[in-house]
């Protein structure tokens, strides 16, 4: 699986981004897709993630409500909708496909794959 994370950017807080996730290798609906971030100085820590079969979502309680994730198996595509943003949001994003026998999982050590990442920036 190659993933290739991209939407990041400045925002003043706030505002919104939406970040995507570009998959190909397998079927978006063939893995659990987790998105993650790493602060400066910080280790890298569970965002969201939706399972292989989309019906469900889970978050971090720090951005319950404010971060949507969500997924296109058409275009092989997911996506984390950002609002609300705030200063403690800035970090690099990234984007993982993990293969379980069942569930979902939160520990990036679990995830096998992984996108470059993308710099989101709040400013207040």
């Known amino acids: 699986v190659q993933l290739q994370a991209s939407g990041g950017g400045l925002v003043q807080a706030g505002g919104s981004l939406r970040l995507s996730c570009a998959a190909s290798?397998?079927?978006?609906?063939?893995?659990?897709t987790g998105w993650f971030r790493q602060a400066p100085g910080k280790e890298r820590e569970f965002v969201a993630a939706?399972?292989?079969?989309?019906?469900?979502?889970y978050y971090a309680d720090s951005v319950k409500g404010r971060f949507t994730i969500s997924r296109d198996n058409a275009k092989n595509m997911a996506y984390l909708q950002m609002n609300s943003l705030k200063s403690e949001d800035t970090a690099v994003y990234y984007c993982?496909?993990?293969?379980?026998?069942?569930?979902?999982?939160?520990?990036?050590?679990?995830?096998?794959?992984w996108g470059q990442g993308t710099q989101v920036t709040v400013s207040s």
């Open positions: 939706i399972p292989k079969n989309g019906d469900s979502t």
């Open positions: 290798g397998r079927s978006v609906s063939s893995y659990v």
């Open positions: 993982a496909a993990d293969f379980p026998a069942w569930g979902v999982r939160r520990g990036p050590d679990d995830y096998d794959y």
